[in-house]
């Protein structure tokens, strides 16, 4: 215990005092269906298989990127000084920011975007200058409107997390040309689902920097594996401004095997998404909520009411699927849940009928005897199941009811409905009422 006159302890610098860690707000029930965290599906087998045959080497010695920065250089047809590879494309992002902003500088923001882009100006003391971008086309009237002679630096994220809009080769093409002395940030992470590729448009611009990433598409998201191309001279600034040795030798291993393994997997991931995405959207417009066109492996749900948006994410959990609540930061994204496509025919259909039983429940049904008999009515249909035990919690999820736990002496302990998957513990059916879409409000 430090006495009460000790000399205080270390204190974080200004820019990191107003930080918290990255975190995403987690349910307490067990998930099996992560759509929380906007990754691919996973990567051939043979990528670990073929890893496991390398030099030993490969551990004793420092890392060089140099043979995957020569094998993308290749692929995007471009000098390898102009590629350098990161730690995911979070660590090239704030390389950038590192090398291009200061405190008397100024960065341009959509607003919202990757949380991770303010994060950054914040820890370089530059101005940030958001931009709403709420969908639909990007926004570079309002952007040219704001540059400035401090403008450092001016980004562009497109897929946009966590919206999924997309901007063209037109708008990079009118920002650079008015702010040559800003670096042009043109985030491609999720670049391979969208219809067009912005690479070639922004590799053509003498300030632009585009960043990809093996973490989506590519499925690699735990290899932390990113790079950004651009103007060599440009490049050689953001080799300068991190760490030399910043991605693993196996990491580098891995980008490369899975270069040459090809992208016929991309491919399929890609369109499968694509009409994943268009499947989600138009059930959750059907259910409600306001939903931006999106071409990345995501979508954006906007509820009127924050209740509805978290009432989805517990909902969604009480069936074993995770996806992304925003909460009070940043305002615009209050009230809305993202949620990533699954991949597979499979997991679409399991998200699909959580919306559906989240948001447009056909019946609800309070436990009347210990072996559940009426969840057999309602199986594989939209509804919720209010129970005071966690053997009836498991028993509705089977069934593909939201499990809700209900309060009361002869109740089990809501910790326990919540361990076992519940979405919620409440005093009964009421309690959930004003989450019910008016039409069935009444019956309850
Ligand atoms: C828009 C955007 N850019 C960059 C990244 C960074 O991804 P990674 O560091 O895994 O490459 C992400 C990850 O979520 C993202 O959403």
């Known amino acids: 215990l430090s006495e009460p006159?000790?000399?205080?302890?270390?204190?974080?610098?200004?820019?990191?005092?107003?930080?918290?860690?990255?975190?995403?707000?987690?349910?307490?029930?067990?998930?099996?269906?992560?759509?929380?965290?906007?990754?691919?599906?996973?990567?051939?087998?043979?990528?670990?298989?073929?890893?496991?045959?390398?030099?030993?080497?490969?551990?004793?010695?420092?890392?060089?990127?140099?043979?995957?920065?020569?094998?993308?250089?290749?692929?995007?047809?471009?000098?390898?000084?102009?590629?350098?590879?990161?730690?995911?494309?979070?660590?090239?992002?704030?390389?950038?920011?590192?090398?291009?902003?200061?405190?008397?500088?100024?960065?341009?923001?959509?607003?919202?975007?990757?949380?991770?882009?303010?994060?950054?100006?914040?820890?370089?003391?530059?101005?940030?200058?958001?931009?709403?971008?709420?969908?639909?086309?990007?926004?570079?009237?309002?952007?040219?409107?704001?540059?400035?002679?401090?403008?450092?630096?001016?980004?562009?994220?497109?897929?946009?997390?966590?919206?999924?809009?997309?901007?063209?080769?037109?708008?990079?093409?009118?920002?650079?040309?008015?702010?040559?002395?800003?670096?042009?940030?043109?985030?491609?992470?999720?670049?391979?689902?969208?219809?067009?590729?912005?690479?070639?448009?922004?590799?053509?611009?003498?300030?632009?920097?585009?960043?990809?990433?093996?973490?989506?598409?590519?499925?690699?998201?735990?290899?932390?594996?990113?790079?950004?191309?651009?103007?060599?001279?440009?490049?050689?600034?953001?080799?300068?401004?991190g760490n030399p040795y910043a991605v693993s030798g196996p990491s580098v291993a891995l980008g490369l095997l899975r270069l040459r393994a090809g992208d016929d997997d991309v491919r399929a991931y890609v369109a499968e998404v694509r009409a994943e995405r268009a499947a989600l959207t138009e059930l959750l417009r059907e259910a409600g909520a306001e939903v931006p066109d999106s071409q990345a492996n995501f979508v954006l749900a906007r509820f009127s009411d924050h209740a509805l948006a978290q009432w989805l994410h517990d909902a969604a959990a009480g069936l074993g699927i995770a996806v992304r609540l925003f909460g009070e930061e940043p305002p615009e994204l209050r009230g809305c849940v993202r949620i990533t496509c699954p991949g597979d025919a499979a997991g679409l259909r399991r998200v699909l009928h959580a919306i559906r039983a989240a948001l447009q429940p056909g019946a609800l049904v309070v436990e009347g005897d210990a072996d559940h008999r009426a969840l057999e009515v309602v199986a594989g249909q939209p509804a919720w199941y209010f129970t005071k035990t966690a053997d009836g919690v498991r028993a509705a999820r089977r069934a593909g009811a939201v499990p809700l736990g209900l309060e009361g002496d002869d109740a089990e302990a809501p910790e326990a409905l919540i361990a076992a998957g519940a979405a919620r513990v409440v005093s009964g059916p009421d309690a959930l009422e004003g989450l019910l879409p008016a039409a069935i409000r009444g019956g309850v």
């Open 5 to 241: 006159n000790a000399t205080p302890g270390p204190t974080p610098s200004p820019a990191v005092a107003g930080l918290t860690a990255y975190r995403v707000p987690k349910h307490g029930a067990p998930v099996d269906l992560v759509l929380s965290g906007n990754e691919g599906i996973a990567p051939p087998r043979a990528l670990l298989t073929e890893l496991a045959e390398a030099d030993p080497e490969l551990l004793r010695r420092y890392p060089s990127a140099a043979p995957l920065e020569a094998a993308l250089a290749e692929r995007f047809g471009v000098h390898p000084a102009q590629v350098i590879v990161t730690a995911g494309g979070d660590d090239a992002l704030e390389r950038t920011f590192r090398a291009f902003l200061a405190p008397d500088r100024s960065v341009i923001l959509p607003a919202p975007t990757f949380v991770m882009l303010p994060k950054y100006a914040t820890l370089v003391g530059a101005t940030q200058v958001p931009v709403p971008w709420p969908g639909g086309a990007f926004p570079t009237d309002a952007v040219l409107a704001e540059i400035s002679e401090d403008t450092g630096a001016i980004c562009v994220v497109s897929p946009n997390n966590p919206t999924g809009a997309v901007a063209t080769a037109d708008d990079l093409r009118r920002l650079s040309r008015a702010a040559p002395q800003a670096v042009l940030v043109v985030d491609l992470a999720y670049g391979e689902m969208a219809d067009e590729d912005l690479t070639p448009a922004a590799l053509e611009l003498p300030n632009a920097l585009v960043f990809r990433t093996f973490s989506k598409a590519w499925g690699l998201a735990g290899a932390r594996l990113g790079y950004a191309i651009g103007p060599a001279e440009l490049i050689a600034w953001l080799r300068a401004a």
